[in-house]
Every structure is written in structure tokens, then in C-alpha cells.
């Protein structure tokens, strides 16, 4: 029965395994020297002044391949559970000719397990190769990406790790158990599509931020974390702030949200939206005419710490990378499993 499941799958393992042969040469050719400039423009650097300029500069200088690896990671599960587990067991029902392997002594269990076995296997092989060569080539550029493509963020959390072996395996097995329950291989591949990409959503939406307690702490107002900051002339003239969805000395961090505080403990505003500072601007740092000078916006922001205005972020730090990827991989897993054992089950009772 495996000799007979690899004969069937051979032509579509080797069209995979070409592709992974292309993409692992790409990466091992561009890899290393990638690795050279990020550690030679990181040791010109100085920490508190350039640094920040060249990890910026690098970034942007790799943005394309650094998405279009990162894409590829992402959509190769749900490839796989579209075009190799929808139809696995599906053509076989349609066409009958598994009829003709259980009346060759052929158990259906075995049959199944067969399957799913061999081909699950070379399905995980291949979302962990992928996944973890394109890890190893974006390290660089994870260690300087901007807001919104550091590692612990939804997009690219889940093309790094071991999290894309996990996607994997459940979106086949996903794609088989549809295919045996609606019979009808367009159909099957509809909806594997439709639910595995509902539970990509919803994953970093609902569950992922709640897999461990938030950090929630109060932070200096500095160029860290203010994305835009001015007095304006016309108005009251105060002082204007715009946060940004980032902690000072946590880079890397998962932010689910930041607020501006006021000294009194009270949220005066979020994320993109301006804030409007209480303080007097006649005189002193945050005067129109003291913030116009070389370093005033600093001096002014030092005068706003000073009277108890901090932003408020709620977060989960860089370290817990790896903790979340094991659990979410383990939730993963334990739907594959349940999927697996469904299937047994179906094609026992229902399946003729």
C-alpha cells in the first residue's frame, strides 16, 4: 500500500521538491552575504545616534524579497492542504477505484493511515524546510525590521519557527477530512480554502494574544515611542503628540495597544490619534520659540515626563517568540489529531 500511495504521489513530490531546491539555492547564494552587510553596517554604527538610520535604510533595502520569502512561507500550507489534501482521497471516491483496493484484501484503516501517513510526512518535510530556511536567510532583517514586520507581529509570526510545519499538517489533514465528508473535489478544495484561511484570521485576532498575560506598563515619552510631535502656532498652542505603536527598549515587542496618560492616570488618547498636552507653553521648553531650536522637541518632551504624562502600552515582548510558537504549534496539532481521528472514524461508518 505504500509503494502503491508513492507511485500515485511521486509526480507531485518531485514538482515540490524542485521548487524547494530553487528556493534553498536563492537563499543559501544571497544568505550569507546578506549576514556580512547587516554586521558590518551594525559595527559602524554607534547605538544611540546612527543605528537606528542604518537599520531603517537596511530594511527598506530588502523589503521585497524580504516579503516575498515571508509570502511564500505563509501560502505554501494552504497550498498544500488545497492541492494535495482536497483531492487525496476525493478523485479516489469519485472515480470508485478505491473499491477495487478493499476488495484486494486492503483494509480501509489501511488504506487511510497509508495516505495519510507517507503524505503527511513529505508535507511537513517540506512547510519545515521552507519555513526554517527562510527563518535562517531573514534573521538579518528581523533584527532591524520596522514596526509591523518584527517577528512577534501577525503577518510574519507565522512564516518563521516551526509554526509553519504545524499550519501544514492541519491544513492536509483539513483538506482530506473535507474531501471524504462532501465527495466532490472543487467543492473540497472550496471550502478547505475557505476554513483554513478563517482560522489563519482568526488565530492572531482572538487567540494568539491571549495565549500568555500581556505586559501592561507605563513608559517615558521619547523618540522611542512619539511618532509625531509639534506646538502648533494657531489654536491654544500646545503641545501635540503622536504615539506610535512601539516601547522604548523593547524592540521587537508586540504591541496591542498604546495609549497616551495623563498625570492623573487618565487615557486622553490612542494610537494615531493627536493628544493635546496640558502644560503652559509661554515659557520654558515647550515655548513656540524654545521647540523651534536645535534639540527643543527633546527639551519638551523631557518637560512633559516631568509633569506625568507617560504612554501606557499593553504588549508581549520579543522573548516570548519561541513560547508562542510551541503552543500554537501544540494547538495546531491537537486539531490535526482530532481531524486524523475523525477521518478514521468516517471512513469506517459513512464512507462505502
Not at 12 to 36: E, F, N, Y
Not at 57 to 79: G, I, K, N, Q
Request: aromatic letters at 10%; glycine letters at 12%.
Amino acid at each position: 500500500m505504500i509503494w502503491l500511495t508513492w507511485r500515485q504521489f511521486r509526480g507531485s513530490a518531485a514538482m515540490m521538491a524542485a521548487v524547494l531546491v530553487v528556493l534553498a539555492a536563492a537563499l543559501a547564494l544571497t544568505g550569507p552575504g546578506l549576514a556580512d552587510q547587516y554586521a558590518a553596517g551594525l559595527a559602524d554604527c554607534t547605538p544611540n545616534d546612527t543605528c537606528g538610520r542604518f537599520f531603517d535604510r537596511f530594511f527598506d533595502e530588502y523589503h521585497t524579497p524580504f516579503m516575498a520569502v515571508s509570502l511564500v512561507v505563509l501560502v505554501l500550507p494552504a497550498l498544500l492542504g488545497l492541492f494535495w489534501g482536497a483531492p487525496l482521497l476525493t478523485r479516489e471516491l469519485e472515480a470508485g477505484t478505491h473499491l477495487m483496493v478493499w476488495n484486494q484484501g486492503i483494509t480501509r484503516r489501511r488504506w487511510l493511515a497509508a495516505k495519510l501517513g507517507l503524505i503527511g510526512l513529505v508535507v511537513m518535510a517540506a512547510a519545515g524546510l521552507c519555513g526554517l530556511a527562510v527563518t535562517w536567510w531573514s534573521d538579518p532583517l528581523d533584527k532591524s525590521a520596522q514596526a509591523g514586520f518584527a517577528v512577534m507581529d501577525p503577518l510574519i509570526f507565522g512564516a518563521r519557527g516551526i509554526a509553519p510545519i504545524a499550519y501544514a499538517a492541519f491544513a492536509f489533514v483539513l483538506g482530506v477530512t473535507l474531501g471524504m465528508m462532501v465527495r466532490r473535489t472543487l467543492l473540497a478544495m472550496a471550502l478547505t480554502l475557505a476554513v483554513f484561511t478563517a482560522l489563519q484570521l482568526g488565530m492572531p485576532l482572538l487567540v494568539r494574544p491571549h495565549l500568555m498575560p500581556p505586559v501592561v506598563a507605563a513608559f517615558e515619552l521619547g523618540p522611542g515611542n512619539v511618532e509625531g510631535f509639534g506646538v502648533p502656532r494657531g489654536g491654544d498652542g500646545r503641545p501635540q503628540i503622536h504615539l506610535r505603536s512601539t516601547v522604548p527598549d523593547h524592540a521587537g515587542a508586540w504591541v496591542l495597544g498604546s495609549a497616551l496618560r495623563d498625570p492623573s492616570g487618565r487615557v486622553i488618547a490612542t494610537e494615531g490619534q493627536p493628544a493635546t498636552v496640558q502644560i503652559s507653553t509661554t515659557s520654558g521648553p515647550c515655548a513656540p520659540q524654545g521647540t523651534g531650536g536645535p534639540g527643543g522637541g527633546e527639551l519638551c518632551l523631557t518637560e512633559i515626563n516631568r509633569h506625568g504624562y507617560r504612554q501606557l502600552a499593553t504588549y508581549h515582548p520579543l522573548e516570548r517568540f519561541w513560547p508562542f510558537q510551541w503552543i500554537e504549534s501544540g494547538i495546531y496539532a491537537l486539531l490535526t489529531l482530532a481531524l486524523t481521528w475523525f477521518c478514521f472514524w468516517w471512513i469506517r461508518r459513512r464512507v462505502s
